[in-house]
């Protein structure tokens, strides 16, 4: 929830460390990456009273490669 998030990113603030996030990118399920937050990238906007909408840029460490997957990926780019 909103509360939980905001009370993540002071104690960030204070000692900036990594973390993990449950994120959907590679495989299209969702894994844990290692994360941490792009300077100046969090930002809360108020979008109606107790809504709120929460934006942040995270550099992610890429989880080790699959280089089976990555081939069978890229077959159909092969000349």
């Known amino acids: 929830d909103f509360n939980k998030m905001m009370a993540f990113w002071r104690i960030y603030q204070n000692k900036p460390a990594s973390f993990y ?9 969702r894994q844990q990456y290692q994360c941490n937050f792009i300077p100046n990238s969090f930002k ?13 840029q995270l550099e992610v ?10 081939i069978a990926l890229i077959k159909d780019w092969e000349v």
């Open 61 to 70: 460490v890429q989880n080790q490669p699959n280089l089976t997957a990555d």
């Open 21 to 29: 996030a449950d994120l959907v990118i590679d495989q299209g399920t």
């Open 44 to 56: 809360t906007n108020e979008v109606n009273g107790n809504l709120y909408r929460v934006n942040a």
